[in-house]
C-alpha cells in the first residue's frame, strides 16, 4: 500500500484546510485511516482516525474542529479542518493499518502553517 497525501499549505488563524491520503492497491476498505500531527521538535500525535465501517476518534484538541472521513470508492481518506489555530502547525502524515496483517503504512507529510 503507498499513500499520497496532499492539501497542506499556510492559512490563517481561523481559517480552514482539507487534508486528502489516497491509497493504492484493492484493500483500502480493510485499512484503518489515521491522520498524525508532528509539531516543530515534538514526537508525531495521532490527530483523528476512521475504521472502514466510518468509526472515527480524535483527540481531545480538535474534537469539534476537525473532520476524518473516507471515500472507499475513491480509495481516499480526509482530514477537514476548520477553525485552526496556532497550535495546529505540523507536518501531517497519513497512516493506514492493516489489522489482518498487522501491517502500518505511512504516507510523506504535508506541512500545515497556521500564522496569526
Known amino acids: 500500500v503507498q499513500l499520497q497525501a496532499s492539501g497542506g499549505g499556510l492559512v490563517q488563524v481561523g481559517g480552514s484546510l482539507r487534508l486528502s491520503c489516497r491509497a493504492s492497491?484493492?484493500?483500502?476498505?480493510?485499512?484503518?485511516m489515521a491522520w498524525y500531527r508532528q509539531a516543530p521538535g515534538k514526537q508525531r500525535d495521532l490527530v483523528a482516525s476512521?475504521?472502514?465501517?466510518?468509526?472515527?476518534t480524535y483527540t481531545d484538541s480538535v474534537k469539534g474542529r476537525f473532520t476524518i472521513s473516507r471515500d472507499n470508492a475513491k480509495n481516499t481518506a480526509y482530514l477537514q479542518m476548520n477553525d485552526l489555530k496556532s497550535e495546529d502547525t505540523g507536518v501531517y502524515f497519513c497512516?493506514?493499518?492493516?489489522?489482518?496483517?498487522?501491517?502500518?503504512?505511512w504516507g510523506q507529510g504535508t506541512l500545515v502553517t497556521v500564522s496569526s
Open positions: 497512516n493506514a493499518n492493516w489489522r489482518l496483517t498487522r501491517s502500518d503504512y
Open positions: 492497491g484493492n484493500i483500502f476498505g480493510a485499512l484503518v
Open positions: 476512521i475504521t472502514g465501517r466510518g468509526t472515527t
